[in-house]
C-alpha cells in the first residue's frame, strides 16, 4: 500500500485556518478603526485562499495506490477518500516494469507498469526518488522471484 506523506490531517488544518483568518481579522479590526474601510474584504480573500489551498493540498495527501504480485497477475489499485478505487491488471508475462530518469524536460523520475504503449499505468507518483527507485527494486524483485 503506497500513501503520500501527510503532515497535517484536514482538522490540524481546519485549526491552522482559523488561526490565520482570527490573526488577519484582528489586523483587519485595527485598519478598520483607523477608517480604512477597504481592508475587511481582503482580510476575508486573503483567508480564502489560504483555505483553498490547504484544501487541494490537503486532498491530494489522501491517495493511495496498492500494487499486488500474484501468481499470473499485477493489479495495481489506486483512489483517494472521495473516489472509488481504478483497477488495472497485467498479465505477469510481457509485463515492464520501466524506471524513466528525471531530465529531458522532466522533473523527477517516472515509474510505470506497461505491456505496450497504449497500456501503460504510473505509480508512485507521490513518492521521493528514493522510495520510488525501493519501489522500483522491490516489484523487480517480487517479478522475478515467481518466474
Keep these: 500500500m503506497l500513501r503520500p506523506n501527510r503532515s497535517c490531517s484536514w482538522r490540524t ?3 491552522f485556518i482559523a ?8 489586523v483587519g479590526a485595527f485598519f478598520w478603526f483607523k477608517g480604512l474601510y477597504l481592508v475587511l474584504p481582503f482580510v476575508g480573500l486573503e483567508t480564502m485562499a489560504v483555505a483553498a489551498a490547504l484544501y487541494v493540498v490537503s486532498r491530494r495527501t489522501y491517495a493511495w495506490e496498492a500494487v ?3 501468481d499470473d497477475d499485477l493489479e495495481v ?3 483517494n477518500h472521495l473516489a472509488d478505487a ?7 508475462r510481457g509485463l515492464q516494469l520501466v524506471l ?7 522533473v523527477r523520475s517516472r515509474l510505470s507498469i506497461a505491456m505496450s504503449r ?3 499505468v504510473e505509480i508512485g507518483r507521490f513518492l521521493s526518488e528514493g522510495e520510488r527507485r525501493a519501489l522500483h527494486r522491490s516489484l523487480q524483485q517480487a517479478l522475478t522471484a515467481g518466474v
Design 13 to 15: 488544518n481546519q485549526w
Design 19 to 26: 488561526i490565520v483568518g482570527l490573526q488577519a481579522s484582528l
Design 68 to 70: 499486488v504480485v500474484a
Design 77 to 79: 489499485i489506486a483512489g
Design 86 to 92: 481504478r483497477q488495472w491488471r497485467f498479465p505477469r
Design 100 to 106: 524513466r530518469p528525471a531530465g529531458a524536460g522532466r
Design 118 to 120: 497504449s497500456s501503460r
